[in-house]
Nanobody, 127 residues
Framework: QVQLVESGGGLVQAGGSLRLSCAAS????????VGWFRQAPGKERELVAA????????NYADSVKGRFTISRDNAKNTVYLQMNSLKPEDTAVYLC????????????????????WGQGTQVTVSS
């Protein structure tokens, strides 16, 4: 399994931006589809965005469409989540997850589809 490490979280005011990074170990990262999830206190973990191993197909939760962008750089073994126009309701621990993609443009939206998880990075948006 691939090892994942998230970074880039922090405290930001509403309307601000953050860019999260998910760095993966291993030389076969380009075969993995990746998802960003978040979990707020007392709430269930939810998908924020997902990207196919090719990078050509992406999927977003309705709550972040138009504000967040997921991208990947397979040469750097890294997936990014650019978060703009942040809202207090975006406050959560953000986790990245990965699994081998069956096809180059397959994305996965279910939590139990992913085999590898990072430890998460805290994002706090103040009003």
């Amino acid at each position: 399994q691939v090892q994942l490490v998230e970074s880039g979280g922090g405290l930001v005011q509403a309307g601000g931006s953050l860019r999260l990074s998910c760095a993966a170990s291993g030389r076969t990262f380009s075969t993995y589809a990746v998802g960003w999830f978040r979990q707020a206190p007392g709430k269930e973990r939810e998908l924020v965005a997902a990207i196919a191993r090719s990078g050509g197909i992406t999927n977003y939760a309705d709550s972040v469409k138009g504000r967040f962008t997921i991208s990947r750089d397979n040469a750097k073994n890294t997936v990014y989540l650019q978060m703009n126009s942040l809202k207090p309701e975006d406050t959560a621990v953000y986790l990245c997850a990965a699994r081998i993609g069956s096809f180059s443009d397959t994305i996965y939206t279910r939590i139990n589809a992913y085999a590898s998880w990072g430890q998460g990075t805290q994002v706090t948006v103040s009003s």
